[in-house]
């Protein structure tokens, strides 16, 4: 369209960073004379130059700091609307049917809630890992496209946005009467997270969907080599078995259509609270990781403490069907000798699960607590600061046992107890998720070195030793 292209200069403004201050012309002060120097650049247009024109014109562009704190004020204002929409809305209900409907309410939207609070603390991990040099991407075998804390935060954000505008718009308008569009609230917000994780087009990180759907169906059939990626995701989801539990019931109540119905509160329902599909979804994180191990022990290792840890897991599922039995079992029989029972089988779990995170995966000692003579890379943030060791210790003893608590089926009727248990014991995973990937960056740097111990080099490698280390 024109005849000549237009250049402009190394200095020009618009070869400035964005939200700099605009420049329109340099100033150059020679013995005590200010010249002034205009960039132009020539036009031409049907074939006439035309005069040259200064270029005043620069990118002006808003502060990444008021944009932030835009979002913010954004964020704040749509979840007091939320909070205010949804409290409203629940006043606005008979005291006798406010509780069943929070109960249901619960049982849809808990779960996403839980999964949206564990990628906004797995987004805190991977920012410490970054900040304390822990390779973590080779830790877990990930590729150049792993996401990174910073895309971890904006889903999570976006999570935090979406689960809730649903929640909001279910307790709206089943509170105003509509009860078919209240019904299809959390229909379409399972549907849409179903599409999301399975779409199968190069959108929406395609390569990290990919890389957990293939680690969870691993984890399913645990038929290959387990992997460190394996094994810790597998023990994730044990810490969140309610999720599983919670969505087996949502799931179920869709299926037959009593969505936005009291039914199902009721014991002989199919999908009511004393059906036996809940505590066979609850075990069954605690069976994959049972399963794993023993995939270990077999072909790849066929070291004691692989059974030890399976002995491990194995220990929940005494804890989860005898609580289930209080349903189907007299009540004399249940206080006599069921529920002593499932007093002894939780105190076991919750020992047993403390001991192996203290001991082994986190591989803590007191020299190490106290002195810090082992090599770790948190020296520099916990150097000295010894309370945190005593509250992770502390608060992993305390959380285990409250875990058990959350486990039993008997107590499931507790919606709002659950659900802080179930909040605490991700937390509890959240710290845990730090010590456990500090110690196998640990083994992965110690492994050349106990190498070099056990093979004597020989005299040809010794010369070598020299330009090796200057190497590396």
């Known amino acids: 369209m024109f005849g000549g292209p237009v250049t402009a200069p190394t200095s020009s403004p618009h070869l400035r960073r964005s939200g700099s201050r605009a420049v329109v012309s340099d100033l150059d002060v020679e013995s005590g004379n200010v010249v002034e120097n205009s960039y132009s650049h020539p036009l031409e247009l049907n074939g006439l130059k035309s005069a040259n024109i200064p270029l005043v014109t620069a990118a002006i562009l808003p502060s ?65 890992f970054s900040r304390a040099n822990i390779n973590y991407a080779k830790i877990f075998d990930l ?39 209240a ?31 293939r680690t969870l ?76 191990c023993l995939q270990q022990y077999y072909k790849d290792s066929r070291e004691r403490a692989t059974l030890l840890n399976a002995f491990k897991y ?30 002894l089988a939780s105190v076991l779990n919750s020992l047993y699960s403390f001991y192996w ?15 810090f003579n082992r090599s770790h890379l948190y020296v520099h943030l916990l150097q000295g600061r010894t309370w945190v060791y005593f509250w992770v210790i502390g608060s992993n003893l305390i959380l285990r046992c409250t875990w058990t608590y959350k486990l039993s089926a008997h107590l499931r009727n507790n919606y709002l107890t659950v659900f802080t248990i179930a909040a605490l014991e991700i937390f509890r995973r959240f710290q845990w998720i730090f010590f456990r990937i500090e110690n196998e960056w640990n083994k992965i740097n110690s492994r050349p ?13 010794v010369k070598l030793l020299p330009s090796l280390v200057h190497n590396v």
């Open 217 to 292: 169906w691993r984890i399913v059939l645990p038929l290959q080599t387990v992997t460190f990626s394996d094994f810790f995701l597998a023990d994730i989801l044990t810490s969140m078995a309610k999720v599983f539990s919670d969505l087996e019931r949502s799931v179920c109540r869709m299926v037959h259509r009593q969505v936005a119905t009291i039914a199902w509160f009721e014991a002989d329902s199919v999908c009511g609270s004393h059906s036996i599909a809940i505590p066979l979804v609850l075990v069954l994180p605690y069976l994959f990781r049972f399963f794993q």
């Open 314 to 343: 194995s220990t929940a599922v005494p804890v989860i069907f005898l609580s289930a039995l209080k349903y189907h079992v007299l009540h004399e029989s249940w206080t006599n000798f069921y529920h002593p029972l499932w007093l």
């Open 183 to 213: 019904a299809s609230q959390p229909v379409l917000l399972y549907f849409a997270v179903i599409m999301l994780f399975t779409f199968p087009f190069d959108i929406f990180y395609f390569s990290s969907r990919y890389y957990l759907l």
């Open 64 to 128: 990444p700091t008021l944009l932030w704190r835009l979002k913010v004020l954004l964020f704040l204002l749509w979840g007091f609307i939320c909070c205010k929409t949804g409290w409203q809305s629940v006043m606005r209900m008979s005291v006798g049917l406010r509780d069943l409907f929070l109960y249901e309410a619960f049982l849809y939207y808990n779960p996403l809630l839980l999964v949206t609070t564990m990628v906004w603390l797995w987004g805190i991990n991977l920012w410490v």
């Open 449 to 461: 070195t106990i190498q070099l111990s056990v093979n004597e080099p020989s005299y040809d490698e």
């Open 357 to 371: 995170d203290v001991a082994r995966d986190w591989d803590f000692s007191v020299p190490r607590i106290f002195k």
């Open 143 to 181: 590729d150049q496209n792993h996401l990174t804390h910073r895309e971890i935060w904006k889903c999570a954000t976006w999570m935090t946005i979406i689960v809730p505008s649903s929640m909001t718009a279910y307790l709206y308008l089943y509170s105003n009467g509509e009860v078919s569009l």
